[in-house]
């Protein structure tokens, strides 16, 4: 499973577009990339996942260059309640019945 | 998505004695998986249930420690045997589809004392 890194904190104010990249140079041809959220005392929540390009919805966007050794996930015009531990994966994913192996994850930080 | 009940929620222990998790869903999924999650820290996955026959464990996890039991496709329990302080952590419970993707339990806190 390829192995990915992403900053440990990122800082934002509210209403503030904020975006955060993934880095993961050993992506598989099959694997595909999903970000999940979570906030403390709770579960992890699925946000997005993308195989290449762009992918939008209702919550983020999810950027993925034609190499796919990295990713970007935006969030537009956060929120308080957006503060969270935002984690990256790469792998076979939900969608195809593979496990799920979490990295350190970026805590988010969104002030007033 | 699935939704997932987990029980209990938090839990203190004496060391020495073992604590059963159970992780029930509301509808039929294909996969299941137990991760375990200490404070500040990202989870590490435990095992993958598997429906019918023993779970798959990942490194580091053996089943004498933490033995799992999915007898069917809405249902899977972890115990967490022999406890130790060392094993005080949030452990979580994780199930889904390959088209509907997974969702996560709100965990369970246990304390070992």
């Known amino acids: 499973l390829a192995k990915t890194t992403q900053p440990i904190s990122m800082d934002s104010y509210e209403g503030q577009e904020v975006n955060i990249t993934c880095s993961h140079n050993?992506?598989?041809?099959?694997?595909?990339i999903t970000w999940y959220q979570q906030f403390p005392s709770q579960g992890p929540r699925f946000i997005i996942q993308?195989?290449?390009t762009k992918v939008t919805n209702e919550v983020a966007s999810l950027f993925i260059p034609a190499d796919r050794k990295s990713s970007t996930l935006s969030l537009p015009r956060v929120s308080l309640s957006d503060t969270a531990v935002y984690y990256c994966?790469?792998?076979?994913?939900?969608?195809?019945?593979?496990?799920?192996?979490f990295g350190q994850g970026t805590e988010l930080s969104v002030k007033p | 998505s699935a939704v997932i009940s987990q029980k209990p929620s938090r839990d203190i222990c004496q060391r020495g004695t073992s604590l059963t998790i159970q992780c029930q869903v509301d509808?039929?999924?294909?996969?299941m998986f137990w991760y375990r999650q200490q404070p500040g820290q990202s989870l590490t996955l435990i095992a993958t249930?598997?429906?019918?026959?023993?779970?798959?464990?990942e490194s580091g996890f053996v089943i004498d420690k933490f033995p799992i039991s999915r007898p069917n496709l809405t249902f899977s329990t972890l115990t967490v045997s022999n406890m130790s302080p060392e094993d005080s952590s949030i452990y979580l419970c994780?199930?889904?589809?390959?088209?509907?993707?997974?969702?996560f339990g709100s965990g369970t806190r246990l304390t070992v004392v």
């Open positions: 994966l790469v792998g076979l994913g939900g969608n195809q019945g593979g496990k799920l192996i």
């Open positions: 509808s039929q999924v294909t996969m």
């Open positions: 249930a598997n429906q019918g026959s023993e779970a798959t464990y």
């Open positions: 994780s199930a889904g589809t390959e088209q509907g993707g997974y969702t």
């Open positions: 993308g195989y290449k």
């Open positions: 050993n992506i598989a041809t099959n694997d595909y």
